[in-house]
Every structure is written in structure tokens, then in C-alpha cells.
């Protein structure tokens, strides 16, 4: 019998943590929360999840730093994150040219950071669980 996918949810936002966490129970994974940072840093260095979910703008320690350190240390290297912002949404309408740039720019300075996809708040569920889904099965995790 194949474990659940193990997933590691990282925002300071409580809402956003609790309605992700609960799309993807529903989906059948193991989820785990942080609500900064550091602890979630802590976390993912502790439980090595197949899947973290991470925020960019939090307290202690933003998403750029945290992805940067899992993906220097050998042993979390390896786990695919999914940036989760309000900063880089693309897919928004756009009034002002700079303001379309400023979301191109954060959106890189993730995947610069390790990160593998992004997910722009506020989620919508059918999206988190795909998304969810295939970065788990190119990751080589049976889904």
C-alpha cells in the first residue's frame, strides 16, 4: 500500500492555510501547516514533505529566503515548491505596463529561488488540487 502524499502548507494567512489544507485532505494528502518562515523552515527540514505550498510575503523570514535555504540544503533540495503570492499574479487584468513587469519580476525572483510553479491568491480550489496533483506526479510521486 502507497503513503499519502505528504504536503507542507506555509502562509501567515490562517484562511488561506485553512482552505488549502482542507482542499487538499479532501484530495487524500497528508497535510502539515506553518504560519511563518522560520517555522516553516523548521518544518519542512523535520518532516520532508513531498510538496510544500509556500507564501512569499510572511513574517520572520520571506518565501524567497525559505525556498532558497531548502534548495542549499541537500537534504530538502529535492522538494518541489509551489510559490503561493498576491504579488505575481499574471493572469489579472493589467492597467499599467510597470505594474504587469512588477508581477513578471516576482514571479522570476521565485523560480531564481527554486521554486517550480505559482499559484496567485486568492486560490481557487479545483486549481490547488491540480496543480497539486501534477507537480506531485513530476516529481515521480504515484498519484
Known sequence: ???QARILVVDDDKPTVMIISSVLQKQGYEVHTAFD?????EKARELKPDLIILDIMMPLMDGYQVCRRLQNDP???????LMLTAKGGIDEDVERQYEFATRVKDRLAGFDS???DFLTKPVKAKEVAQRVKSLLWASGFPV
Open 1 to 3: 500500500m502507497s503513503r
Open 37 to 41: 518562515g522560520k517555522a516553516g523552515l
Open 75 to 81: 537534504e530538502t533540495a529535492r522538494i518541489a515548491v
Open 114 to 116: 527554486g521554486a517550480v
